[in-house]
């Protein structure tokens, strides 16, 4: 067992899984939460998680695949590749890439909820979505716009033909596009912070 990753609300390990390499997310105790508390929030994002890895996995959305879940723990695919942010340069078609993918988990009737270049990995099959533990079931356009803000902020000047590429692939691409204009407005939205 090898650490691959250690966040702020997981460790992720390399573990051998009925003879294959797969990773472990493991959501261990914060003894700064009540435990009751903890408990909930552990093993709701692992339950959630798990769905919303597989609901986009059938709506055709490259994520890594799952190949078990427990209380605390999810089993996945090991992508060999590299992170966004840890690039110095994003390779030209990837914001459109981003998009595309953007639009597909969108009509599947769900949001990232931390889509960031964090979150996104560049591997072998091309551009995958990972870490799903924020994500939700909805239809949402201000949850939809939100993921557009994440991305435009992280991303920075590869956004404009994301998201004209989001626009093109999404069914409801430009009323996203208006709700996030509106937001920008405001200029109030405080990006969620891990509890
Ligand atoms: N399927 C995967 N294959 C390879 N590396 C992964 C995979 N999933 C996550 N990682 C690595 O682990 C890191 C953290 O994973 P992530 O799911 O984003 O957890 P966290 O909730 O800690 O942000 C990623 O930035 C990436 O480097
Ligand atoms: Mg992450």
Do not use: W
Request: net charge positive; with cysteine.
């Amino acid at each position: 067992m090898r650490l691959l990753s250690q966040g702020a609300e997981a460790e992720i390990y390399t573990i051998r899984f009925i003879g294959n390499k797969v990773a472990a997310k493991v959501r261990g105790r914060k003894k700064y939460r009540v435990e009751e508390l903890d408990t909930e929030l552990r093993e709701g994002r692992t339950r959630r998680e798990a769905r919303c890895m597989e609901r986009a996995h059938r709506a055709g959305v490259p994520v890594p695949r799952l190949v078990a879940c427990s209380r605390f723990t999810l089993y996945f695919e090991i992508l060999e590749g590299v992170v966004l942010k840890d690039l110095e340069s994003i390779p030209e078609g990837v914001p459109r890439e981003i998009g595309r993918v953007l639009a597909k988990l969108h009509d599947a009737g769900m949001i990232h909820g931390d889509f960031t270049t964090a979150n996104l990995m560049l591997a072998e099959n091309g551009l995958n979505i990972i870490d799903f533990g924020l994500s939700e079931i909805t239809k949402s356009v201000e949850g939809r716009a939100i993921d557009l803000l994440l991305i435009k902020r992280s991303l920075g000047k590869g956004y404009p033909s994301l998201e004209q590429s989001y626009v093109k692939s999404c069914s409801e691409g430009d009323v996203v596009v208006s709700k996030l204009k509106e937001i920008e407005k405001r200029g109030r939205y405080q990006i969620r912070t891990i509890t």
